[in-house]
Each structure stands twice: as C-alpha cells, then as structure tokens.
T-cell receptor, first 115, second 114 residues
C-alpha cells in the first residue's frame, strides 16, 4: 500500500531562514509525489509535483523538492522563509499506477514563520 | 488548472438530517473525487465520482452514507446522509483533467453537525 509520512507536525522558523519540511514515502508502484499547501479556511493549492522526470522539482513561491529514491524521501525546501509562507503543508503520493490523481496524504506539517 | 466552485462553503446542520454538496468545474474534466478532512487532520479519499455510473468508494465509506452523483463532466454532488456530530469535517471536491495528471481542489465545504 502507498503511504507518506511527514516528520514533524509543527515546524517553526524565523523569517529569512531555511524552510525544510520532511516527507518519506512508501509505494509499490513508481511514485508520483506532490506537495500541497493549505492556507487557513481555504482549499489545497498544488506547490509542485514529481512524476519521474527531473529529481529536483521547482514549484511556486520559491519552493523546491528533491526526489531521492535511495532514501524514499521528497523533502520540501525554501531558502528564505516569508511570513506569507505560514500555512499547512501536505505531502501526497498517488494510490495506483493507473490514476496519478487519486492520492493518499500525509498528516500535514503546520509551518509557523516568526518575525 | 481548473476553477472549482463548491456550494455551500459552510453549513451547520442538525443531526439526523442530510446535506448535499455541489461541485462545479469551469470546464470538462476526466476525474472527480471527494475527500474528507476531519478537524486538525489530513485528507482522506471518500470516493471517485464516475460519470453516468455508480461512484467507486474507498474502504470505510459506503454509498448509503455518502451517495454521489456525477451527471456530466463538469458537475458532481456528495450527500452526507443521516448526519451525526462525527461527520463534522471539511469536504473537498478534487478534479483532474487526465488519469495521470495533477489534482486540483475546491475551497471545501465546512460542515458542523450539532
């Protein structure tokens, strides 16, 4: 079965500091991996995706993630945090090879950015 | 991307009643899904809405409790039946243009059952 584990339900950084949100996956099919962001009282917005092309994926708002098969990881990073990055972040993996859009989600990481 | 409109955006309902949530997309999409996000938790896939046929439900979800319709390629409804306080959640509609393309999400319906 496919699953994702997000290490750290809460991460707190200072404005301007590096953001690192961790995601490890388990998948019996070639993984498609995604990071979504959820701002308060809103739906989910796609940040970036990995679908077996380049292992370093660049997304919106300055975020990027690196797929590491040997470590079964897909950690999300941003060099310099901004106050507007405060939100909930979800890592997700596709449930099956025939539907990349059916997803299972991690538990989420709440990012706090301190001034 | 896709513009997804969900109605209602929020509701407070009495236990034992039912609520139907609508999901309208601005253009035709191949895939439509319904997710539940319980308070402070992650998202769980309820079902895949299939056009013109019965929805495909995930383990733990049944048609009697969550009947779903999808009459065409731009519209779907999810009904939460015979509600109890445990059904208080955010319900999100998700769509994808192809089988292996990224999924987009609506703003969600925040349901409180009292």
């Amino acid at each position: 079965a496919q699953s994702v584990t997000q290490l750290g339900s809460h991460v707190s950084v200072s404005e301007g500091a590096l953001v690192l949100l961790r995601c490890n996956y388990s998948s019996s099919v070639p993984p498609y991996l995604f990071w979504y962001v959820q701002y308060p009282n809103q739906g989910l917005q796609l940040l970036l995706k990995y679908t077996s092309a380049a292992t370093l994926v660049k997304g919106i708002n300055g975020f990027e993630a690196e797929f590491k098969k040997s470590e079964t990881s897909f950690h999300l990073t941003k060099p310099s945090a901004h106050m507007s990055d405060a939100a909930e972040y979800f890592c997700a993996v596709r449930l099956e090879e025939t539907s990349g859009s059916r997803l299972t989600f991690g538990e989420g990481t709440q990012l706090t950015v301190n001034p | 991307s896709a513009v997804i409109s969900q109605k209602p955006s929020r509701d407070i309902c009495q236990r034992g009643t039912s609520l139907t949530i609508q999901c309208q997309v601005d253009s035709q999409v191949t895939m439509m899904f319904w997710y539940r996000q319980q308070p402070g938790q992650s998202l769980t896939l309820i079902a895949t809405a299939n056009q013109g046929s019965e929805a495909t439900y995930e383990s733990g979800f049944v048609i009697d409790k969550f009947p779903i319709s999808r009459p065409n390629l731009t519209f779907s409804t999810l009904t939460v039946s015979n509600m109890s306080p445990e059904d208080s959640s955010i319900y999100l509609c998700s769509v994808a243009r192809g089988v292996n393309t990224e999924a987009f999400f609506g703003q969600g319906t925040r349901l409180t059952v009292v």
